[in-house]
């Protein structure tokens, strides 16, 4: 006979939303040009040419993975507090106390 059996780890996916969201802050910290060297640091125009070539696209595709990982840490956190309610919901309907779920519902607040 099947297993119908579910569970979540609210604390793991909390952990993980966190996570992506500190590495979305790193990467807005730090911008590519503080990366690349300057014209002057180079100092002949074909190279530099490239180089601004390079950077412009590192930069370009930087700034739409922080976009994407922004997004995913955003839903991931969504998705924790949808749990973490349902959760809640469904103890309190069983008359029960669910501690873990309170906390990471605080957490999330």
Known sequence: MPSYDFEVDLQVLAEAAQGLAEAVQLFKDKDVEDLVPSRSDIGHDVVWDAVAEFKDRWEQGMNNLTGDVEEMAGRL??????????DQEGATALGVVAADTQAVVLMGR
């Open 77 to 86: 956190g969504k998705i924790v507090m949808n749990y973490a309610e349902n």
